[in-house]
């Protein structure tokens, strides 16, 4: 079945996309993914998060029907009638993404009424405009992120050994001494100047790009905001050198940077001997970290384990269940610095496969079985009290425990974070009819002994970030500014009682320590994540101090 559209006087007839109950957006074009299939490298393919059909406004393209295809990285888009395959888009050139509320006069109807007008504001190089910058300067934009696509795996999963037995920060002593630079050919060198300098020649100008979905069960504007946020995340941690280790990825040898694939009959089968070793009996604890720290790192270096972890009936229950026991001290005679180690590791693990699995149907149903036990379970556990209680330890004890009570909260944050905007997409598509929203978060939490210190540690490490030495921030570091910011927006917005204790408690840090005037200095413009940051912070220090 489908329905009819009409635009500037044309008539086409579209699939319907019908919303099932587990959330996901689902189409019956096959026509399209035939051609994606035939027409796309195996690589790009694999990366297509959604397509969705929209009427199309930008500066070469006047109001046309036209398929718009999301990967992890880029918009495409192709003729209704898919004939060719282009780029609309990086992710790394948008400014902002947003609803506009009007009227579009070139269609008709329930469609005209029911459409969903997307303005996307990107940068583009402008050939006809020299740019400004001094001869000799040096252009703040993102250098790994481009050559991110198609780094290679320092190692593929498959060649360590048949059940990932790798080190997460396994690195031979030549790779640590080599310079990023090294292994590059001379003559790639010269031409990767050239290309730089023929940038430089260049002025950047903002465009525009209008998508209209006239889809009544649209969720096009979602996966937008959701792919541009993972990426932003994604592209910034590129950046950090301890992450691209920790990804697999090498600075040597960039003609090569393709991840080494390993087939999914492979990957099933390496998943399901360390999820049977995962969920034996009676493991000790030194073992059940050893295979925590293998599946962390192997989902670093291969996505697909994410879409076998939310397919597994297991491993999320048995996570939630270790980080349960574990924050409560359930496990007798574990060290409260191994508890620590344990907690984060399990945290991260959590963040990870939440983060760019929204088109994953298996997930939506894991956490929404049994009325959403298990989720609420996990929320339960992850919130805790920021200060440790170490009455007979010595002071190098305490720091040290400190620490990682430290590295727990971040963790933590960072999963409230994914569980936030999972929850914020879920509020704004009430046809989906399930009770995950932000709404229920915090009206679940409400009763937490530990929320309010809990909240308040974020705040409070939001301010101390900022007020600290002026020095730029890491791009781990900018990442969880941002993860906070959105938290403690959320916190604003959707609870009354964290809004008043946030106002009350932290007023007067935010009016003298908060600047937004210098967070150029603490956010790289090269950091893709930096001016999302600096606008969420805005909003953030604009509720926080507003007058009651």
């Known amino acids: 079945m489908g329905r009819r559209v009409c635009v500037c006087g044309v008539k086409v007839d579209i699939p319907m996309a019908r919303s099932s109950a587990r959330g996901l957006l689902r189409h019956n074009n096959s026509k399209l993914d035939t051609f994606l299939k035939r027409n796309t490298s195996r690589d790009v393919y694999e990366r297509i998060r959604v397509y969705e059909p929209c009427v199309v406004v930008s500066g070469s393209v006047k109001k046309v029907f036209m398929h718009v295809i999301l990967s992890d990285e880029r918009v495409y888009l192709s003729e209704y009638q898919p004939r060719a395959l282009r780029e609309a888009l990086s992710f790394r050139h948008i400014k902002s993404i947003e609803l506009i509320n009007d009227l579009p006069d070139f269609l008709s109807g329930q469609d005209r009424e029911r459409s969903m007008h997307i303005r996307v504001v990107h940068t583009a190089k402008d050939p006809g405009k020299k740019s400004s910058r001094p001869k000799g300067s040096v252009q703040n934009k993102p250098s790994f992120p481009s050559r991110g696509r198609n780094s290679s795996a320092r190692h593929s999963l498959e060649g360590v050994s048949p059940s990932w037995r790798i080190s997460p920060t396994s690195m031979s002593s030549s790779d640590q001494r080599q310079s ?13 100047s050239t290309e730089e300098q023929e940038q430089e020649q260049e002025e950047e100008k903002e465009e525009e790009l209008h998508l209209y979905a006239v889809s009544p069960s649209s969720r096009i504007y979602l996966h937008l905001q959701s792919s541009w946020s993972s990426y932003i995340i994604r592209s910034t941690l590129m950046l950090d050198p301890v992450y691209r280790k920790r990804c697999g990825i090498s600075y040597s040898s960039p003609q090569k940077q393709k991840y080494q694939k390993i087939s999914w009959e492979r990957t099933c089968h390496l998943f399901s001997q360390l999820s049977g070793e995962l969920l034996q009996e009676n493991i000790s604890l030194e073992s059940l970290y050893l295979l925590l720290q293998e599946l962390h790192t192997a989902t670093n270096r291969n996505p697909t384990i994410k879409k076998l972890f939310w397919r597994s009936p297991d491993l999320y229950p048995f996570l939630v269940k270790t980080l349960s026991e574990s924050s409560q001290g359930g496990q007798e ?20 496969m939440f983060r760019e699995t929204e088109i994953e149907a298996a997930r939506l149903s894991m956490l929404t079985a049994k009325q959403g036990a298990l989720t609420e379970n996990m929320l339960l556990a992850l919130v805790c009290d920021p200060d440790l209680q170490l009455p007979d330890s010595t002071d190098a004890s305490k720091s040290s425990l400190n620490k990682l009570q430290a590295d727990y909260l971040d963790a933590a944050s960072a999963l409230l974070f994914e569980l936030v905007v999972f929850c914020q997409e879920a509020s704004r598509t009430p046809a989906l009819g399930h009770f995950l929203t932000i709404g229920w978060v915090f009206r679940l939490l409400k009763p937490h002994p530990f929320l309010l210190p809990f909240v308040g540690y974020q705040a409070q490490q939001l301010v101390l970030v900022l007020w600290g030495p002026q020095d730029p921030l890491s791009p781990s570091q900018a990442v969880l500014l941002f993860q906070r910011c959105r938290v403690l927006l959320a916190c604003l917005q959707h609870s009354a009682c964290l809004s008043k204790y946030i106002r009350t408690g932290f007023k007067e840090e935010f009016r003298y320590y908060v600047k937004t005037s210098g967070l150029e200095d603490r956010l790289p413009h090269h950091y893709p994540i930096s001016q999302p940051a600096q606008n969420l912070l805005s909003q953030l220090l604009s509720l926080v101090l507003q007058k009651p």
Do not use: W
């Open 180 to 192: 990023p630079s090294a292994s590059v050919p001379t003559a790639l060198m010269r031409r990767a």
């Open 333 to 352: 005679g574990v060290h409260t610095a191994d508890r620590l180690l344990l907690c984060t590791l399990v945290v991260q693990i959590l963040s990870l």
